[in-house]
């Protein structure tokens, strides 16, 4: 093999791996808003202060300080509005735009989607993007209580494990949810419960028990959440 035979493979090689490499790190969203000072940590630890129209990725956990917000667009325009002292991270986002059919073309595929979160700390209101919709199971939220699963939707969940210091009196710990549209389906150790649009529920951090409540919740109502569209 010459060396032009050997420069022309090497150089081949080279962007192969520039390409998949590229592809391994494709963002799964970008900043719309931040209010104050927020942070991502990404899966080899490297912490990284964030700012409008930063990306953010698959295995990122994202962290909010006192009095900021913090708004997520994915590329599936799925919406996730983080409260203050938040901690939410993004397990698996995977979304592939569908090809348009074509005459004398097969239909492709459907794509092998997922939106798959987890809420560690504080709370979010969240608006179902294309993942979601095309498949419903291709989406969920993990909490240290309940897992929330969406029926096409948008909601609003908080975490209170001692934390939730700005409602008087405090709240029993738990996960509050409210549905502002569509329904949400909770599942705990004891069940699934559906969550329809208009409801707000409670589940037991002790017991994984899920109540309807009567009323809206102060610790969703004290400070609440605007639509995540209203804050790109």
Partial sequence: MNAATRNSLAALLALVLSTAAGAAVAPAGTISMVTGRATAVGPDGTVRALKEDDKVFEGDVLSTGPSTYLNV???????????????FAIDAFKFQAPV???????????????????????????????????????????TPVATIGIRGTDYESRLCQGDCLDVDPPPTDGLYTGVNDGAIALTTGTGTTEQGKGK?????LVTGGVVTLKAPPKVLTQDPMPDPADCD
């Fill in 73 to 87: 667009v994915f590329r599936d325009n799925g919406r996730i509005l983080l409260r203050p002292n938040t901690r």
């Fill in 100 to 142: 348009a059919a074509a005459p004398g073309r097969p239909a492709a595929a459907a794509p092998a989607d997922s939106a798959f979160f987890r809420l560690l700390k504080g709370g979010f209101r969240a608006v179902t993007g294309a993942v979601g919709k095309r498949d419903q199971a291709d989406y969920r939220v993990r």
């Fill in 200 to 204: 707000f529920t409670f589940t037991s």
